[in-house]
Each structure stands twice: as structure tokens, then as C-alpha cells.
């Protein structure tokens, strides 16, 4: 019986799957160069995210907090915001704050982005050099991480369009480069990891063409050793030297469905042909963007991604063995469910229960899911028999009870080490996720 | 209504820091755009979620606890793992709008259906604080209706840091549940004492009981490790509160010894010199002359076997050198423990430390000699302060981790992240062992040679 996205009715979230839109901003910005992310709002709110963030990409994150106190939770944050933006720069000299609020200085009331637009006019007017200020509006009590995300992507898009339009056309930019290569601007979910981002980049790459990532969390959090040492800002990510080639572009590459309602808005931003997949995952969403690309390019598909699309489907006959007659449960964000149900309908698993953050309708009748809800982990009890879980960390619950295996993927995760090395995108990924479940679904 | 703080909390008058400085009420500020620590909400969950029959639920828009639940690391002997899900109200735009208590109300009564617990905090948050919500008022209701006690916990971040966070967490433990049930006798051993400001981590609290059990004390309740809602209840039976390395909870203990007469003392049991100053403490407090026999007897045979097992390890690390940077209590106690094992501390940490904390540092470590103290928990300060006095290795809580091993200097966390239990003797041998390897890895010689 198929039950379409039940928003089941009740009154509290018991390990809950969704985590906040200021979270999802702040990893937006995270995959900026030399960035540092300032949360408006009480302490914890940075502290919280800081920690999960950290044990997750086992990384320094640089996130700060305007450290809101009584005080400035009933009179007004201004002082505590502009001092914060101010102090950040004088002791970091980042090349981007991202600005986040809360659920605090949201219920507050105050116009965050009118102090933040006066700030910047006023350092404008000073003409000194100054760090790229961006605000993405996060009151926690509406939406969730997706959607902190896109919020920050826009705001980021927009300070881009806002400093290169004049006049109504765009200003091309006057920087030298390698001429050879095309740019194209590549926005991804925030469900790829690190590695993910690093594989779309290589392939684009095979392709002849110069992907300009917004944002960039391969080059910031894949986990490597700067040779500079600890830094107190992100060692990498876009680059704001580039967001002017942003126009330059050839054409937009929009990939996950949390993004798609952003389209149009990204075309008109950017006035580039935009090219949208909901993912990259499995066998035939790969074909499509491999054909895409060689359409674009004009360039033929690289021999080596055919041998790979050769081991995919080889790696799918010797896998699917292990899914017969198992039952799986997906508990991820939209654009990780939407992926790995790509990936899992192919081999023809059982897709017997999913649970996401946010109603989309016309995926469960897509993948064939039995069940597929909005809520929380605790969906995952008592739903009858189960062979594994696919969730983060904190369904791990679920799967001690059921005595189950678990197989970690979305955020967080953080009781294991490696996650930023996995990657899940085009023929390899598949091939990724399918070895990897079958071997957790492998009983003697 | 939530937002009314005791002004209690920032007058501690067992606290060093309250002295000279009374009118800056030191533990309130953190600036702005600066990494800091965690917020009340932070503070509270740490204290009271250990306890394993009890269930937590934040009544807060999705992130106080969606973005960071199911992370702390206390351990509980048996029973369900109900007391690590994270319950949250999630407010969202409509209840704000339109009030959240009843979803409060619902959410609690539905929790109490299912999970049966002995107890359920609620904890205050911001968003809840600032619209006025009457959490007290829920609670006492449910408390009657329920027939288990629903504790209003109100932390909501901005108030302070999580320092406040403990003591508003030891508050609500004082107000709700100390003094009202009184422990079956065969609970009750010849010499009860408590551990108040004992987290289980990794198992610690176990060792510390493993300890005193051989010399026949009674831990009667620990707050709030591996504990229940009836044991902290019947706490006020001991005869001794014995808080371990924690200033926040020592106002839970001076209003213990305020209304029940029970007297407390501050110990660490980190170290060998530590661990057996503390028990002596506690048999020297207690008093029994023949207890106080037997635990020197005690304290020589562990001693003796302690260093015969540390024995290599201290060859080796005789002399190293340590950048040591952590909170309060722990920026002295600590220098004890490593002492112990030959280590040399060049610099400790002393931002969250009182008067009295730093006192210690330079009265009771002559033998260590010349110590630098650190105001300035920045990174980049610790790292050159670290390299310009040639550190073997940092020991720090985990938010400074990659802050060093991405300067390729040895690292360990000696904070609530740690992957091995250090207290006590067991935990002596177990230090000693992580931080030798540590040192002597391989590693850092490899990628210093190798990088850049």
C-alpha cells in the first residue's frame, strides 16, 4: 500500500532526522576560501553546530558567535552583530564572514539585513579593503538545513550579481586565463561529501571544463594537510577572486532536488543557460549527465568513464544477489534519499520505508517505496521486519534494537572517521553504495 | 516566567571568582565573535542527561537539540538507552504564533506513555524564554498528573555560558528531587558518601567506585553518572558530598550542606598524587579511625602496584614536555597527575580557573617548576607558545585538537572527548599508556619531514 508522505500529526520529535537551516547555511559557507561563519544568537547556537560539524568532518571549523547575552536578547543584537563582524576581521582578515541568524534574533524582530546593509555602505564609504559580509536569514523555527543552504547560496549569488551588474548587463572579467578551458558553474547539494565534490570536479575537468563549485567543499573540508599549518579560516573553497568568472561562464550545472526550486532564480542571477539533475546517482542519471557534458563540450565520453560504466554494471549483477528479499529503510535528508534510492531501484532492493525531511510528492511512486514519510528517526520503530538501515549516526538506536545493521551515510556522523573520502556520485558511486550494503546485508 | 534568573548563580561565595571582582560578574561574558563554549541549554543537558531512568526533552525550535543530540559519552551500567534520544518540541513558525505550551503539554504526556520513565526534565531554551512560555507551570501540573517528577529546567542560552548551565541543571536537582524519598536500608553502607559532578565518562565513575568499595565506603548516589531518579532523590542521606573537579556544582553542595548539614569537599582523581589525596580526604572527613587505617594500607599497595605497572612508561616520559590547556579545577589537577607520571607542564591554561585554582598552580607545583599560564585559549597563541618551549604534546579538550595535530605537534584530549577513562589508579596506567604511545609515534617525524 503505498502512503504517500504522511506528515504523521504529533506533538514531539524523538531523534529527530532534521537539523536546523542555520546548520545548513553555515556549511554553505564553510565551502567559501579563507571564510569564517558568525552566528548571530546565543553562544550555544554556534557552539552546538561547531561540535557537530567538527566530529563530523574531523576538521577545524571556523564558526564564531556573536555571543548574545540577556542583555542583547531583549534590547536588541545590533552592538553584539557589528562588533562581532568587526572583531572576526580584525583577528582572522577573512575573505568572506557568512552571517547566520537565529531562532533568537529572529523572534527578536530586529532587521538583520538593514544592519548589515547600513554596515557594509558605511565600510563601502570607507574605502578600505574589507571581508565580503553575506547574510543568509536562518530563523530556526521555520525550515531546516536545505533550506539554510540555498538561502546562503542565493545570498552569495546575489552579492555576486550585485557587484558585477551595471546597467543592466554584466561585466566581463578582465583576469587572464587559461584559454583552453570553458567555465561552468557547478551548485551542488549539501548532501555531496567532500569526496563527491572532488569526483565532479575531476570529471569536469576530463571534459575541458573549469568548474567554479559554489560552494567548494572539496577544497575546504576533504581533510588535508595545509601546509600553513592550522588555520584559523577555511584552507580552501571558492575562491572570491572567482566569483567574478562566475558570468563568464559557459552554463550553469544545478545538481539535487533541495535545489530545484532555485532554478529559475539561479538562470536569471547568473543569465546562463542552467542545466538541473535532481542527482547523479546510478547507472542511468550517470548516462544522462555523461551525455549532457559530451553535448556541451562537444568532446566524446573519456574511455576511462565507459570502463567504469562497464564495472558499474558488473558490480550491479554481483551485488544484487544480496538484496533479494531484504527489506531497507532510508532515513536521510531529500537529496540523499532522492540519491540513494536512485541507485537502490536500479538493483531492484526492497524499499520498504523511507523517512526525509521534507515532503516531495511523486518519489515514492519514482523508487517503489512502500512507505515514505516527513518525521523523525523514531518512524523506524516498530515497522515491522527490517534488514538494514540506511540513516546518520543517531539511527544507530534503531538499529541496535533491531539488531540490524546500520550503514552511515547523510549527516552526522560522527562515531566513525573517513566520511569525507566516501563519495556516492556517477558510475564509481553507485558502485560505492552497492558493494558497501551488500556486504552489511551478507549473512553466511 | 523562565527569564528571571537567581541572581544566586552569579554570587557563589564558595567561588574565588567572586571575590575581588563582584561587580563584572565574571562568568556571565564571552565577546562577541569569538569561538566560545557552550550556553546554558548546553550545560544543564550535560548535568542532568546522565541520569539513565529520566528522559530529556528541550522544548526549543529544531537546533538546540536537533543539530547536536546523542553525543555525550556517559556510560550506564544497564537499563534502556532512552535517557541519550533526543526529544525536542521542534517550535515552529505556527507555534510561535500561537503559543507552544499545549504541544509541551502533549509531547510530554505521550513520552510518559510510551517510555515510562521514573522522571523528564524540560528544559527552557531562548525562542520559548523570550515569548514567555509558562514551562514551570506545565510542569507542575504534569508533575501531579503524571504522578513522576517533570522538572522545569530553565537554561535558555542566553542567560550565560554552560558553566551557569551546571548550576541551574544542580538547581533544578536541588529544588525538584533532593530530599524526597529516603533509601531502602540495605541501600546504606557503614560510610555513605556522594560524588556529585561525576559524568561516567568512558567508565570513570566505575573505577572511582571500584576504589573506594575496597575500603568499604558507599557511594550512595553520584550525580549524576550512571544514575537513577530515586538515587539522587534519597541523596541527602549521606554523611559526605564529595565534588569531583567541578567549581559549578559546588553551589549544589553548599545548598546541600545549607539545608541538610552535609559537609563537602572538592578532589580530583586525576593522577596517582590526586587520587590518593582524595581518598584520604574522604576518610580524614568521614573520621573512623579505623577506616582512616585501613585506607593508608590501601593507598601504599596501589601505590606500589600503580607505579610498578607505569614504570616503563615513566622512564620514557621523564622530562618531556606538556602545553596542558583546560578548564577550572582541572588546570591544576591535571599538573598533579602528569607529575606523577615525570612529566614537565610548561603551560596551563587558566581562562575558566578562580583565584584560588591559580594559587595552586604556582604553591603547589615548586617541584615542576616555572609554569606559564594562559589566559588566551586562541589557537594560534597556544601554538606558539607551544612550539617557542618545544611541547612533546598538548593535552587540550577536542575543540583544539586539529589545532594541533594540523601542526603536526602530539595531541591528547583529556576533556569530555576522551577515548580512554584516567581517573583513578586503573586510569593512571591508562594515561600513562596514550600518552607514551602519542609521543613516540612515528607519525609527526614522517609528515614534518614530508610536508611542503
Not at chain 1, 550579481?161 to 561585466?171: L, Q
Not at chain 1, 568513464?305 to 558499474?312: D, M, N, P, T
Not at chain 2, 525536542?88 to 499545549?102: K, M
Request: proline letters at 3%; a neutral charge.
Amino acid at each position: 500500500m503505498v502512503n504517500s508522505m504522511v506528515n504523521r500529526l504529533k506533538n514531539i520529535e524523538i531523534n529527530p532526522l532534521k537539523t536546523s537551516s542555520s546548520l545548513g547555511a553555515a556549511v554553505f559557507f564553510l565551502g567559501l576560501k579563507n571564510a569564517v561563519v558568525l552566528m548571530h544568537g546565543a553562544v550555544g547556537c554556534a557552539s552546538f553546530d561547531k561540535v557537530t560539524l567538527t566530529k563530523h568532518f574531523r576538521e577545524n571549523i571556523p564558526i564564531v558567535t556573536t555571543a548574545l547575552n540577556e542583555t542583547g536578547a531583549i534590547l536588541g543584537g545590533k552592538d553584539f552583530l557589528i562588533s562581532g563582524i568587526n572583531n572576526v576581521y580584525e583577528k582572522m582578515k577573512p575573505d568572506f564572514i557568512g552571517v547566520t541568524s537565529s531562532g533568537l534574533t529572529e523572534t527578536q524582530g530586529e532587521d538583520i539585513s538593514g544592519i548589515i546593509k547600513e554596515f557594509k555602505n558605511f565600510k563601502n564609504a570607507q574605502n578600505i579593503p574589507f571581508a565580503k559580509v553575506i547574510y543568509a536569514s536562518t530563523p530556526d523555527y521555520k525550515d531546516g538545513f536545505e533550506e539554510g543552504y540555498l538561502a546562503a547560496m542565493l545570498s552569495l549569488l546575489t552579492e555576486a550579481v550585485g557587484k558585477n551588474k551595471e546597467g543592466g548587463s554584466y561585466k566581463k572579467s578582465n583576469r587572464t586565463k587559461a584559454k583552453n578551458k570553458k567555465s561552468v558553474n557547478v551548485f551542488c547539494p549539501p548532501s555531496f561529501t567532500p569526496q563527491d565534490f572532488l569526483e565532479l570536479r575531476e570529471t569536469l575537468d576530463d571534459f575541458n571544463l573549469k568548474p567554479i563549485m559554489i560552494p567548494d567543499l572539496g577544497l575546504s573540508l576533504d581533510g588535508h594537510l595545509d601546509e600553513r599549518g592550522y588555520l584559523q579560516t577555511t584552507p580552501g573553497g571558492l575562491d572570491a577572486k572567482d566569483l567574478t568568472d562566475i558570468f563568464d561562464g559557459e552554463f550553469n550545472l544545478i545538481i539535487g532536488l533541495s535545489l530545484k526550486d532555485a532554478v529559475k532564480n539561479i538562470e536569471g542571477l547568473t543569465g546562463l543557460k542552467t542545466y538541473y539533475f535532481s542527482n547523479l546517482c546510478g547507472l542511468k542519471n550517470s548516462d544522462d549527465f555523461f551525455n549532457l557534458l559530451s553535448k556541451a563540450t562537444g568532446k566524446e565520453i573519456p574511455e576511462k568513464y565507459k570502463r567504469r560504466r562497464s564495472r558499474l554494471m558488473d558490480a550491479y549483477l554481483d551485488a544484487h544477489f544480496y538484496f533479494s528479499g531484504k527489506e531497507i529503510a532510508l532515513a536521510l535528508g531529500i537529496d540523499l534519499l532522492d540519491s540513494f534510492s536512485a541507485i537502490y531501484s536500479e538493483i531492484g532492493a526492497n524499499l520498504k520505508l523511507g523517512i526525509t525531511t521534507k515532503a516531495i510528492d511523486g518519489i515514492d511512486i519514482e523508487y517503489g517505496f512502500l512507505n515514505l514519510s516527513e518525521g523523525d528517526l523514531d518512524l523506524l520503530d516498530n515497522c515491522g521486519n527490517l534488514d538494514m538501515i540506511v540513516s546518520n549516526s543517531n539511527a544507530k538506536f534503531y538499529a541496535e534494537n533491531l539488531g540490524i545493521p546500520l550503514l552511515k551515510a547523510g549527516f552526522p556522523i560522527i562515531d566513525e572517521i573517513g566520511h569525507n573520502y566516501k563519495h556516492y556520485i556517477l558510475y564509481d558511486g553507485a558502485i560505492n553504495l552497492v558493494i558497501e550494503s551488500a556486504n552489511l546485508l551478507f549473512t553466511e | 516566567m523562565g527569564l528571571a534568573l537567581k541572581e544566586e548563580f552569579f554570587d557563589e561565595p564558595s567561588c574565588e571568582h567572586n571575590g575581588a571582582a563582584k561587580e563584572k560578574k565574571a562568568c556571565k561574558t564571552a565577546v562577541p565573535g569569538s569561538s566560545t563554549g557552550g550556553c546554558a541549554l548546553d550545560g544543564a543537558y550535560i548535568v542532568l542527561s546522565p541520569i539513565k531512568d529520566a528522559l530529556n526533552i528541550v522544548h526549543a525550535p529544531i537546533n538546540c537539540l536537533g543539530n547536536s543530540y546523542n553525543q555525550r559519552t556517559s556510560k550506564a551500567e544497564k537499563g534502556k538507552n532512552y535517557y541519550m534520544y533526543g526529544f525536542t518540541t521542534a517550535i515552529n513558525e505556527n507555534d510561535l504564533i500561537f503559543g507552544s505550551e499545549e504541544k509541551l503539554r502533549q509531547g510530554i504526556i505521550y513520552t510518559n506513555d510510551r517510555y515510562k520513565p521514573k522522571g523528564i526534565f524540560v528544559y527552557n531554551t531562548c525562542v520559548p524564554a523570550l515569548t514567555g512560555e509558562d514551562i514551570e507551570g506545565v510542569s507542575k501540573e504534569l508533575s501531579v498528573k503524571l504522578k513522576i517528577p517533570v522538572v522545569p529546567v530553565l537554561s535558555q542560552g542566553f542567560s550565560g555560558n554552560k558553566n551557569l548551565g551546571n548550576k541551574i541543571a544542580g538547581d533544578a536537582l536541588f529544588t525538584h528531587l533532593i530530599g524526597k524519598k529516603e533509601p531502602k536500608i540495605d541501600l546504606m553502607g557503614e560510610f555513605n558518601i556522594n560524588l556529585i559532578g561525576e559524568y561516567n565518562i568512558k567508565g570513570e565513575l566505575f573505577l572511582v567506585k571500584k576504589a573506594l568499595k575496597s575500603i568499604g565506603i558507599n557511594v550512595l548516589s553520584t550525580i549524576t553518572g550512571d544514575s537513577t531518579v530515586e538515587e539522587i532523590m534519597y541523596s541527602h542521606k549521606a554523611e559526605l558530598n564529595v565534588v569531583i573537579c567541578s567549581k559549578a556544582l559546588v553551589y549544589l553542595a553548599r545548598k546541600m550542606k545549607e539545608k541538610f548539614g552535609i559537609p563537602y569537599i572538592e578532589e580530583s582523581f586525576f593522577g596517582m598524587t590526586s587520587t590518593n589525596k582524595a581518598i584520604t580526604d574522604i576518610v580524614n572527613a568521614i573520621g573512623n579511625m579505623e577506616l582512616i587505617k585501613k585506607t593508608k594500607d590501601y593507598i601504599k599497595i596501589m601505590t606500589k602496584k600503580t607505579e610498578e605497572k607505569t614504570y616503563e612508561y615513566k622512564k620514557f616520559l621523564t622530562g618531556k614536555k606538556v602545553l596542558l590547556y583546560t578548564g577550572g579545577v582541572k588546570s591544576w589537577s591535571m599538573i598533579s597527575a602528569l607529575n606523577d607520571l615525570g612529566l614537565k607542564v610548561i603551560a596551563t591554561g587558566i581562562k575558566k580557573s578562580t583565584d584560588e585554582d591559580k594559587l595552586r598552580i604556582i604553591k603547589e607545583f615548586d617541584k615542576n617548576g616555572n609554569i606559564i599560564m594562559l589566559d588566551n585559549g586562541n589557537p594560534v597563541n597556544l601554538i606558539k607558545i607551544a612550539r617557542e618551549n618545544n611541547a612533546d604534546i598538548i593535552l587540550a579538550g577536542g575543540r583544539n585538537q586539529y589545532t594541533a595535530i594540523k601542526s603536526l605537534i602530539p595531541f591528547l584530549d583529556v576533556n569530555q572527548e576522551r577515548l580512554q577513562p584516567y581517573v583513578s589508579y586503573e586510569g593512571i596506567e591508562c594515561m600513562a599508556k596514550i600518552i607514551y604511545s602519542e609521543i613516540k609515534s612515528p607519525l609527526f617525524k614522517l609528515l614534518k619531514e614530508s610536508i611542503g
